[in-house]
């Protein structure tokens, strides 16, 4: 690419100059910025950023890529980096990177410049940008979404971590014929962060919820509801917590934490999984710490999570999977307007070589209750 000045959307993209020095060492020292860009060197120096300035930019141009500072339009000050590398010619294909100061954050400087970027790259030849994120980066997941970006799938262990190791990375990609604007997305956020009745709440769950919810998710009575029944490890539900964002940000699973909405305490949790994108299909689960059963929360929060579906999710059938024997379940569903559609012999996996029966019941638009 030309190293030519791209003024768009409220953010310049410059070379990076002599003057940017203590400016490219706070930003590119921030912790989670180094965090989440493990290449740079740590602790990040005023020698690294006069590397970067005379020896580092240049030769990422000079490699058929980008690296550009985001400067600010009014002061011209340095406010992070975005750049173009892993060109592949014969593709048309490249790879995109960037980072904004933590003081220059949440105010769209990095949409504003991937955006820039990404049309100019579009327009100038190269037909598939690829974005590579950490799962555990929602802000820069929310970015590659707000630019045009779709989540394409998972690299496992693409990524390098610092100090050794491997990370999975998400992939987005923007074809330059993508529509413009943001990437539809298949679970949108909820309106003000929840959903509520006044007796219960629905939020996203998060990394400070995986206490509850291997409690939740260790009680017999939820893992004999369950397929495999066979209790969670502790692990993976830390890693459940913390990827609720990402999950739901890639359109996988939206899964939510139901509290009383007086008290504020846990009652349980629920999800939305996408079980058929293109038919407009969602499958829910959901459960309840046992001093919150028998006050009808379950039957309120199922009730707000099919609102949501079919409202603002845009989901036009919501099945629900249980064992047969399982009658609190099924008047759970039931009292949402949920109706009994059929017995799936040995759909699911049970313990050792078993399979279990899976009984469905289904709810369309119209008989939400
Ligand atoms: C990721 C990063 C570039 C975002 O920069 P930014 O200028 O603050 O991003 P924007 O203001 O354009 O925000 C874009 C979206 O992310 C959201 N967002 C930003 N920071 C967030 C955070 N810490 N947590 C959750 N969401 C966040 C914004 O609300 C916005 O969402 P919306 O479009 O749904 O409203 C910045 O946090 C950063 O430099 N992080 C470290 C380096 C890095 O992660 N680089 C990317 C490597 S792939």
Redesign the pocket.
Known sequence: MTPEVIEAHGVRLRQVAPTDVADLTAGCG?P??L???PGMPQPYTEADARWWITEGSPAAWAAGGAAYTIADPTTDRLI?GAGIGQVVAARRQAEM??????W???????????RALADSALRNGIHRLE????AE????Q?????AGFRHEGVRRQAGQLRGGGRADLLAWVRLADDPPG?APRLLP?LPDGGLTDGVVTLRRLGPDDAEVMYRLHSRPEVVANQAPPVPPARAGVEERCLLA?SAWLTGTIARLLILDAVTGEPAGSCGLSISDAAAGEGSIGYALLPHQRGRGLATRAVRLLAGWAFGPAGLARLAAGTVPANTASHGVLERVGFRREGLLRGRLPGLADARLDDLVFGLLPDELR
Do not use: C, I, K, Q
Request: charged share 20%; net charge positive.
């Open positions: 921030d989670v910025n965090r989440f860009n992070g990177g960037y980072w904004v100061a933590p220059a954050r949440r105010r769209g400087v990095a949409t504003a410049a991937l974005l590579m994120t950490h980066n929602p802000a820069s929310r970015v590659a979404l707000a943001p956020d964002e």
